[in-house]
């Protein structure tokens, strides 16, 4: 694969700043978006206090949560609120680079968050807002070269 996933990017993220364009303004980085994000960093807690086999840390900005069984999160980890859910593999920096990106997403939109990941679809290659985390970071491409890491899938692959 070459770099053929980034016009789509490219148009993802275009498609997202007209659609953030349509949302009040009162609704972003604001009280209410801020009521969201403690809402979704309690539910984070919540998940990851009931299903977490692993240590749970304090990292980058985010509370980690290790050791949930995968059936507990999409892919490699997800980041609710600011708790990052993952496995037994203990996040590199990269990766928590691009969860603090998610954290910071969930700060601009609050409840809007889950609706609108889920409006920007599973493929994290056509998905604007793991293409703002950063792919590379996100384990979705290879880093420096374009390409999704040998033997991932959309599905599996990243944060």
Same mark, same amino acid.
């Given at each position: ?52 086999? $692993?240590?749970?840390?304090? #990292?980058?900005?985010?509370? *980690?949560?290790? !050791? ?6 999409? %892919?490699? @980890? ?42 920007? $679809?599973?493929?994290?290659? #056509?998905?604007?807002?793991? *293409?703002?985390? !950063? ?6 491409? %290879?880093? @420096? ?15």
């Amino acid at each position: 694969m070459s770099d053929d996933w980034r016009p789509a990017a490219e148009r993802a993220l275009d498609h997202g700043r007209r659609l953030d364009r349509r949302i009040p303004s009162v609704l972003l980085r604001s009280p209410i978006s801020r009521a969201g994000y403690w809402w979704g960093t309690a539910v984070g807690w919540m998940w990851g206090s009931l299903w977490s086999t $692993g240590p749970v840390e304090r #990292r980058g900005g985010l509370w *980690i949560f290790q !050791g949930m069984p995968e059936w507990t999160f999409n %892919r490699g @980890g997800v980041c609710v609120g600011g708790c990052f859910l993952t496995g037994s593999r203990r996040p590199t920096d990269a990766v928590l680079r691009h969860e603090a990106v998610h954290k910071a997403q969930w700060l601009r939109y609050g409840m809007l968050m889950p609706v609108l990941y889920l409006i920007a $679809g599973r493929d994290p290659l #056509r998905n604007r807002f793991e *293409i703002e985390a !950063g792919l590379e970071d996100g384990n979705y491409v %290879r880093r @420096g070269s374009g390409q999704r890491p040998e033997g991932s899938s959309p599905k599996r692959s990243g944060a």
